[in-house]
C-alpha cells in the first residue's frame, strides 16, 4: 500500500468516532475517541477548570474480541451543563461514543474533580486511565485504574495533524501497550495496516 493511502487510513482512523472542543461550565475541555489497536477503542477527555487553573485528564482503554468495532455503526457526542445530573453542583460534561453497536457514555463533574463510567465512580485526582474489558461480551467491566505521569502528547501521525493526547499517554507506559494486544492481526489488509501503524506510534521508545 502506497504512504499516502496509509496516511489517509490514520487520519480517518484518528477520527473514526467523534472529537469536539468547547467551553464547559467552570473551563475549557476536549474529548475524542478512536480506534487505537485490533482489540481497543480509546476514549480520551481533557478539561482545564476555570477556577483553579487545574488541567484534568483521563484515558480509557476499552477492550474486547479482535475487531470488535467492526461490528456495527460508529458515532459519538458531547455536551455540558452547569447541573446535569450533579444536582447542586456546577461543571458537568458527558462523553458518550458507539462502536461495534455498543453505546458508552461517561460523565464527569470538573468541580469536584471525578469522572463516572460503568456505574464506578473515579477521583481525577488520582486517577487519569481507567481499563476496561470484555466490551462485547456478557458486560464490559472495569479492570484497572492507575495514574500515568502527565507529559506531552506525541507528535502528529502526519504533517498538519494535531499532536496525538492518547499516544502520549500509552508510549509513556509498556504496560498500557501490552493492554492494547497489537499482536493481533486484522482480516481486512487496508484496515490492518493501518492498525499496524496506529500501533507503532503508540510503542514506548524503549521497546522500538
Not at 496516511?7 to 475517541?33: E, F, K, P, W
Request: with cysteine; proline share 7%; charged share 15%.
Amino acid at each position: 500500500m502506497k504512504a499516502g493511502s496509509l496516511a489517509l487510513l490514520v487520519c480517518a482512523a484518528a477520527d473514526l468516532v467523534a472529537q469536539s472542543r468547547g467551553v464547559a461550565s467552570g473551563g475549557a475541555g476536549m474529548s475524542t475517541a478512536r480506534v487505537a489497536s485490533p482489540a481497543v477503542v480509546a476514549s480520551w477527555m481533557s478539561h482545564a477548570s476555570a477556577a483553579d487553573g487545574t488541567m484534568t485528564t483521563l484515558l480509557v482503554l476499552w477492550r474486547g474480541t479482535q475487531g470488535w468495532f467492526l461490528k456495527g455503526g460508529h458515532g459519538g457526542g458531547s455536551g455540558a451543563g452547569s447541573s446535569g445530573g450533579f444536582v447542586g453542583r456546577g461543571s458537568y460534561a458527558y462523553q458518550s461514543f458507539s462502536e461495534g453497536g455498543l453505546t458508552f457514555t461517561l460523565e464527569f463533574d470538573h468541580e469536584r474533580h471525578t469522572a463516572t463510567l460503568l456505574n464506578e465512580e473515579f477521583s481525577l485526582k488520582d486517577t487519569n486511565v481507567v481499563l476496561v474489558d470484555f466490551v462485547d461480551g456478557p458486560g464490559p467491566a472495569v479492570v484497572g485504574s492507575r495514574w500515568i505521569e502527565p507529559g506531552p502528547p506525541a507528535p502528529p501521525a502526519v504533517p498538519g495533524a494535531a499532536p496525538d493526547p492518547i499516544a502520549g499517554v500509552i508510549r509513556r507506559s509498556p504496560e498500557l501497550f501490552d493492554y492494547l494486544r497489537c499482536d493481533l492481526g486484522m482480516p481486512d489488509t487496508a484496515m490492518s495496516a493501518m492498525i499496524t501503524m496506529v500501533c507503532g506510534l503508540m510503542r514506548p521508545p524503549a521497546s522500538r
